[in-house]
């Protein structure tokens, strides 16, 4: 397998970055996202998203071809809130099971050193083994569990909220 290639989101990704995202929302219950989003909407996410700063989107490369994103987003509106970010990874469904979770965050949080975020949040919908190992494995640590606060599919569904701490400008890196 080749070595793949980690770099910051280009727009000439949102495509491609937009069809893996739209086929979680389709498949599974692990974003709540009840309809795919436009290429539209993806676009006005990527503004929020630069080559500094707590948002940030990661894409990894695979044979020239976006394989899978992290991102860091706000995660509240209140500037109280600015040095807490919420944190994703998405992968085509092709490359799941790789390790390529793992790689594509290790990137974003190394992305984050430096820069003035304290913790990274994730939200996982439950079930999902694959997803909470994933968070486990990178440092985070359950912080609480919300019962069927989510409905989708015709169901609704447990959301557990895990927490990681970010290693601050010239500090030594948290977690693994």
Do not use: Q
Request: glycine share 10%; net charge neutral.
């Amino acid at each position: 397998m080749e070595t793949p290639v980690l770099r910051p989101g280009r727009t000439d990704d949102l495509e491609r970055i937009t069809a893996i995202y739209a086929h979680w929302v389709r498949e599974s219950a692990w974003t709540l996202d009840l309809e795919p989003v436009t290429l539209d909407e993806r676009r006005d996410w990527f503004e929020r998203h630069g080559p500094t700063g707590r948002h940030r989107l990661i894409v990894l490369e695979r044979a020239g071809e976006v394989a899978g994103w992290a991102a860091s987003s706000t995660f509240r509106p209140r500037r109280g809130f600015d040095a807490t970010v919420e944190t994703s990874v998405y992968l085509d469904p092709a490359c799941t099971g790789r390790g390529m979770g793992t790689i594509l965050y290790r990137a974003l949080f190394e992305a984050l050193r430096g820069e003035d975020v304290h913790r990274a949040l994730a939200a996982i919908t439950l079930p999902n083994a694959a997803s909470v190992a994933l968070h486990e494995r990178l440092g985070f640590s359950v912080v609480g569990r919300f019962g069927e606060c989510g409905r989708k599919h015709g169901r609704f569904w447990d959301v557990l909220w895990m927490e990681r701490a970010i290693a601050a400008a010239g500090g030594p890196a948290d977690g693994p």
